[in-house]
């Protein structure tokens, strides 16, 4: 069975500019989270969709959102980037009942 | 408001010893509990978990102990081996939002030859 499929794996922006990552969840996943990992903050919970519907959401500024399309892929995007949304972005996947989340490889997004 | 958190930044123990990883919450509403091992450029593993309705629970070389009414748990790690060296995030949920996880900062565990 195929893990989780972050695309791009690196990702080069500059300030005020808006950037969109892609996530795969495991086959059969319903729920899809997305978590930022900074050096100053550590892994963070950004918001988690589940059939097409946001089910959970951390305290991100509205810039950060995201949707979930009816095969279970996900997207985040980030409007007007700033330098500290310089991250990985990670996405993670599970059944929709459990707690054990699954992750891919991360995004590593950097603003210049 | 660190509601998970592992005092340790890092932790050297030789091959063959058993590896300890602390971590402590506050947040009492937290019933599930998880470990992840984290090696660079790669996404979190999950380890091994456990249930607030449990104390122990074994896999392997892995055992993740919790004492709620010190609201602690610990990752032992029998015997630690080379490819063990990573950093190890615990992370924790409630039942009400379970796809949600808080992480602490991490344990960077390095097991010398």
């Known amino acids: 069975k195929a893990g989780v499929t972050q695309t791009p794996r690196y990702l080069i922006k500059t300030r005020g500019q808006q950037v969109t990552l892609s996530c795969s969840p495991i086959?059969?996943?319903?729920?899809v989270s997305w978590y930022q990992q900074t050096p100053g903050q550590g892994l963070q919970f950004l918001f988690e969709?589940?059939?097409?519907?946001?089910?959970n959401k951390g305290n991100f500024p509205g810039r950060f959102s995201g949707r979930q399309f009816s095969n279970s892929r996900s997207e985040m995007n980030v409007s007007t980037l700033e330098l500290g949304d310089s991250a990985l972005y990670l996405c993670?996947?599970?059944?929709?009942?459990?707690?054990?989340?699954?992750f891919g490889a991360g995004t590593r997004l950097s603003v210049l | 408001d660190q509601q998970v958190k592992q005092n340790s930044p890092s932790l050297s123990v030789q091959e063959g010893r058993i590896s300890i990883l602390n971590c402590d919450y506050t947040?009492?509403?937290?019933?599930?509990f998880l470990w992840y091992k984290k090696y660079p450029a790669e996404g979190p593993t999950f380890l091994i978990s456990?249930?607030?309705?449990?104390d122990k629970n074994e896999d392997g070389r892995f055992t993740v102990f919790l004492n709620k009414s010190a609201k602690h748990l610990s990752l032992h790690i029998v015997p630690s081996q080379p490819g063990d060296s990573a950093v190890y995030f615990c992370?924790?949920?409630?039942?009400?939002?379970?796809?949600?996880?808080?992480f602490g900062t991490g344990t960077r565990l390095q097991v010398t030859l």
């Open positions: 993670a996947s599970n059944s929709g009942s459990q707690n054990i989340q699954y």
């Open positions: 086959s059969g996943h319903r729920s």
């Open positions: 969709y589940f059939s097409e519907t946001q089910r």
């Open positions: 947040n009492s509403m937290f019933d599930y």
């Open positions: 456990i249930s607030s309705i449990k």
């Open positions: 992370a924790a949920s409630d039942t009400g939002t379970a796809s949600k996880l808080t």
